[in-house]
């Protein structure tokens, strides 16, 4: 059995100013010596980090979650079923919608909103200013299918973290975030005419804005600083778990929250394993003897990229995913689970952690290292 073609038909039906959750895609399947049948799912099962890391990214084996079969004009409605199709993209897959529980890629995420990076945006511009590149195409290629998709489709994309990144590797002023903002939504337009436009009042704006830029940034940037040069370079084995105290007294000197995403990529470093195939919590921190506040914005900025989901899941739309272009942001959000909370006063979440996290961590490891994010 081999999978022809994916086609997004119904991502969402916007009727009297609602947007509804019906969310379908229709699959075409060819079984040799039995014909087509066109299969509807809901929705595909996540897929894992280990796959996000392999060489040959056309090829991947997708779970659609089956509501109907259809052949020869026959429909026959089916209930619980997931099926397995290998599939062979005609492009490499190098941007990542991120999912509960791991990742898609972003037309098979079915959802309604779509969080875009600022790599994302920025392969847009690249393409629609005729500078060619391999990787660039790819993305947009990928993001076609919602072009294709059918007149009743709505699909919303917001391009606010791409503006509170800024382009300096520095915190952007409100006004610049605003003209950033402006910017990518007509990149956006340029590129995907089917697509609507987040809508942000003034006042979303300025919450948003002064939410991340108002309230941990700088305790875990202060963080950052006082604790990315004990990780840089390697630590022996008898030395971790020294390390890893004065770890966590730094995350109480500056008042992180326990499982603060700083502290996991800062304990995932200092935990790696010499031979790990993808070290993905260094290229997220970028660890150097002569760590700068640059360097520690372009790691905070991924870590907002992630809060903005989940502040945008619990309180916009459950729907929600982010998309990427950032592998190592991919890998590592596949590998965490949050577990949100929240209160008149705070946003907050704890996280579920994979072994994977703490790769060279022993089981006593892994039990003391949940034990003392769990204590601040």
Excluded at 53 to 66: H, W
Excluded at 186 to 203: A, P
Excluded at 228 to 233: C, D, E, F, Q, Y
Excluded at 245 to 263: C, M, N, T
Aim: glycine letters at 4%; hydrophobic letters at 40%; proline letters at 3%.
């Amino acid at each position: 059995m081999g999978l022809l073609s994916i086609q997004v038909i119904q991502v969402g039906q916007k009727t009297g100013g609602f947007v509804s959750s019906i969310k379908c895609g229709y699959i075409k399947v060819t079984v040799p010596d039995d014909g087509i049948f066109y299969i509807q799912t809901d929705g595909f099962i996540p897929l894992s980090s280990t796959e996000l890391i392999k060489k040959d990214r056309t090829n991947f084996d997708l779970r659609p979650r089956v509501v109907s079969v259809e052949k020869e004009g026959h429909k026959k409605d089916v209930d619980n079923l997931v099926k397995t199709f290998p599939v062979k993209f005609e492009e490499s897959l190098n941007v990542f919608a991120l999912v509960e529980h791991g990742w898609l890629p972003p037309p098979l995420a079915l959802s309604d909103v779509y969080l875009c990076d600022r790599n994302v945006i920025s392969s847009f511009e690249q393409v629609q200013s005729g500078r060619k590149s391999d990787d660039y195409s790819s993305v947009c290629w990928w993001f076609s299918f919602f072009d294709s998709a059918g007149d009743n489709v709505f699909i919303e994309m917001s391009s606010v973290f791409s503006a509170l990144e800024g382009e300096f590797r520095k915190i952007p002023t409100f006004e610049e975030f605003d003209d950033l903002l402006n910017r990518s939504n007509e990149i956006i337009s340029s590129q995907l005419k089917k697509v609507t436009l987040t809508d942000l009042s003034s006042s979303y704006k300025k919450g948003i804005y002064d939410f991340f830029f108002n309230g941990n940034y700088n305790r875990e940037m202060d963080f950052l600083l006082s604790v990315v040069p004990k990780i840089t370079r390697s630590v022996s084995k008898l030395n971790r778990r020294l390390v890893l105290d004065e770890i966590i007294e730094k995350a109480r000197l500056f008042g992180l929250k326990p499982f603060s995403h700083v502290l996991v990529l800062s304990i995932s470093c200092l935990f790696e394993s010499p031979t790990s195939n993808f070290k993905f919590a260094r290229k997220i921190l970028k660890p150097s003897l002569n760590y700068t506040r640059e360097d520690g914005h372009n790691c905070l900025s991924d870590i907002i990229f992630i809060n903005l989901l989940l502040l945008h899941k619990y309180f916009v739309n459950k729907s929600s995913v982010a998309v990427t272009s950032d592998l190592a942001l991919a890998y590592y959000w596949s590998t965490v689970t949050p577990i949100v909370s929240y209160d008149c006063e705070s946003f907050s979440y704890m996280l579920k952690i994979s072994d994977s996290v703490f790769e060279d961590a022993n089981t006593d490891d892994f039990s003391y290292i949940m034990d003392v994010m769990s204590d601040l």
